[in-house]
T-cell receptor, first 115, second 111 residues
Framework: DTEVTQTPKHLVMGMTNKKSLKCEQH?????MYWYKQKAKKPPELMFV???????INESVPSRFSPECPNSSLLNLHLHALQPEDSALYLC??????????????FGDGTRLSIL | DQQVKQNSPSLSVQEGRISILNCDYT??????FLWYKKYPAEGPTFLIS?????DKNEDGRFTVFLNKSAKHLSLHIVPSQPGDSAVYFC??????????FGDGTTLTVKP
């Protein structure tokens, strides 16, 4: 069982829809991450939250809007997505934010399809 | 410009033999390296890591070697087991906590 829980596991949405991806961890980690992974490609970092504050935004389009309501929860709000945004979206957390020395714990991802 | 490269998309070994997975990087700012393992329909799972001040780290059947001058690291699995069959990602971190992943190598261990 993964310690990082992502919901939903699958999501199909139209380009005009608004939806949200959710991620939850109860390991006391203070850094949380969103990644996008296309087929046969490595995970690509989108956002990093450290102590509930956005610390890294990898020039992600504004149709993706992250939110960290508290230290256990991370959301990714989606609006007006494009077909090329179809991918696996992975959430991860790590023990201490802002350092490179802690491994990340990943959820199983949300597979997103844009019609 | 891909900063972390895993040049072998796939590797097949016999059970009980050694598996060697390779990774090259270009950015000298990377100072911490990790290997993750990924099964189908699951997220990556942390396997082993190494700091740039070391050249070897061992954990059971898994050993990671770092050659900083060559900007090369490798993961050795010995003896390989069928349950090790998975995709292995090399990741390189800066001290800001940003991870850059390689493309992954699919390891198949045959019984």
């Amino acid at each position: 069982d993964t310690e990082v829980t992502q919901t939903p596991k699958h999501l199909v949405m139209g380009m005009t829809n608004k939806k949200s991806l959710k991620c939850e961890q109860h390991m006391g980690h203070r850094a949380m991450y969103w990644y996008k992974q296309k087929a046969k490609k490595p995970p690509e970092l989108m956002f990093v939250y450290s102590y509930e504050k956005l610390s890294i935004n990898e020039s992600v389009p504004s149709r993706f809007s992250p939110e960290c309501p508290n230290s256990s929860l991370l959301n990714l709000h989606l609006h007006a997505l494009q077909p090329e945004d179809s991918a696996l979206y992975l959430c991860a957390s790590s023990q201490v934010g802002g350092t490179g020395y802690q491994p990340q714990h990943f959820g199983d991802g949300t597979r997103l399809s844009i019609l | 410009d891909q900063q972390v490269k895993q040049n072998s998309p796939s590797l097949s070994v016999q059970e009980g033999r050694i598996s060697i997975l390779n990774c090259d990087y270009t950015n000298s700012m990377f100072d911490y390296f990790l290997w993750y393992k990924k099964y189908p329909a699951e997220g990556p799972t942390f396997l082993i890591s190494i700091s740039s001040i070391k050249d070897k780290n061992e954990d059971g059947r898994f050993t990671v070697f770092l050659n900083k001058s060559a900007k090369h690291l490798s993961l050795h699995i010995v003896p390989s087991q069928p349950g090790d069959s998975a995709v292995y990602f090399c990741a390189a971190n800066t001290n800001a906590g940003k991870s850059t992943f390689g493309d992954g190598t699919t390891l198949t261990v045959k019984p």
